[in-house]
């Protein structure tokens, strides 16, 4: 009796490791596609840069194909900084969480194109 109760416990535990194992580890497989950067005239020579994390984990290292991004007023490193042409990093390389935004404005006679280069999972 006792030898048939340890090979249920055992099977059963064998069919939940089997069922946790084909569960996908989120549920939604993410990329830079994930990322949504937006930017908006805020008049002038000012633009706001809405930065966004849609996918369902937190991305880290989010690098940004910026061009030549310069700004005539100062944007706070930590949240993003051209670390060569055509390479810019936001949060310092931090954790985007989930369904999260960062917003920025910079100043500069014309608009700089920015796309995702790449981000991982953190």
Do not use: W
Request: proline letters at 6%.
């Amino acid at each position: 009796m006792r030898k048939m109760i340890l090979v249920e416990a055992s099977l059963k535990l064998f069919a939940l490791y089997i069922f946790l194992s084909v569960l996908p580890a989120s549920s939604k497989e993410c990329s830079k596609r994930d990322i949504v950067i937006s930017q908006g005239d805020s008049g002038g020579l000012e633009y706001e840069v809405v930065i966004v994390n849609e996918c369902e984990d937190s991305l880290c290292d989010i690098h940004v194909d910026c061009g030549t991004f310069s700004s005539y007023k100062l944007v706070d490193p930590g949240v993003f900084r051209r670390l060569s042409p055509g390479d810019c990093l936001v949060l310092d390389g931090g954790p985007l969480p989930p369904r999260r935004a960062i917003r920025f404005v910079y100043m500069n006679d014309r608009k700089f194109p920015m796309l995702v280069k790449d981000a991982i999972f953190c």
